[in-house]
């Protein structure tokens, strides 16, 4: 099957920045939307970004202007920039994907394990 394996994740001083990745592995025919999502503690999972296969981004009103996604697809990859960091970014960063693994199957979605974000002094 399909597997989305995240990287990139770690600890970093508020106004710093990190790179994440989710590289999507298995049986694939096509990616389709990508995006990332996190969860923190005591608070729902929330959308941070996401990106369709022709590049239409999304973002979340707290992290846009800070955060950027993107997309390779020849790499079946997506990537999230993350700019100007505050504490309150400290979260689990999950990677998600909607992927047909055969042309004549409906696109399923996938999730990713999570990387840990933590922003502190």
């Known amino acids: 099957q399909v597997q989305l394996m995240e990287s990139g994740g770690g600890l970093v001083q508020p106004g710093g920045s990190l790179r994440l990745s989710c590289a999507a592995s298995?049986?694939?025919?096509?990616?389709?939307?990508m995006g990332w999502y996190r969860q923190a503690p005591g608070k729902q999972r929330e959308l941070v970004a996401h990106?369709?296969?022709?590049?239409?981004?999304h973002y979340d009103s707290s992290v846009a202007g800070r955060f950027t996604i993107s997309r390779d697809n020849a790499k079946n990859t997506v990537y999230l920039q993350m700019n100007s960091l505050k504490p309150e970014d400290t979260a689990v960063y999950l990677c998600?994907?909607?992927?047909?693994?055969?042309?004549?199957?409906?696109?399923?979605?996938?999730w990713g394990q999570g990387t840990q974000v933590t922003v502190s002094s």
């Open positions: 298995g049986n694939i025919f096509s990616i389709n939307a």
């Open positions: 998600n994907a909607w992927v047909q693994t055969v042309a004549s199957e409906n696109q399923r979605n996938y």
């Open positions: 990106i369709t296969r022709g590049g239409n981004t």
